[in-house]
């Protein structure tokens, strides 16, 4: 079994900035690719960032620029800073894990920016 918990969510002005972290635990010794997405209320799910355990990093093209995903260096550990927040950027924030042909999810911490 993988668990994965995030924390650092919360309520910011636009502008303002956040720091995610994820941190696995279970079964994760042949854990690689850590990566955060989002859903906005009414929409799907989308990625964020994901980084490899040798940190690589992939974004999508809004949060590029923006964001930062990084990892611990236990490697069990992905964060995520957030600058220059924006409404749109308001959702429920996802960890996630891809291992062994199978997707790991945090339960998800909420983002809420104010105009």
């Known amino acids: 079994q993988v668990q994965l918990v995030e924390s650092g969510g919360g309520l910011v002005q636009a502008g303002g900035s956040l720091r995610l972290a994820c941190v696995a635990s279970?079964?994760?010794?042949?854990?690689?690719?850590m990566g955060w997405y989002r859903q906005a209320p009414g929409k799907q799910r989308e990625l964020v960032a994901r980084?490899?355990?040798?940190?690589?990093?992939t974004y999508a093209d809004s949060m590029a620029g923006r964001f930062t995903i990084s990892r611990g260096d236990a490697k069990n550990t992905v964060y995520l800073q957030m600058n220059s927040l924006k409404p749109e950027d308001t959702a429920v924030y996802y960890c996630?894990?891809?291992?062994?042909?199978?997707?790991?999810w945090g339960k998800g911490t909420l983002v809420t920016v104010s105009s």
């Open positions: 279970g079964s994760i010794f042949s854990i690689n690719v």
């Open positions: 996630n894990a891809p291992m062994r042909g199978m997707d790991y």
């Open positions: 980084i490899t355990s040798g940190g690589r990093t």
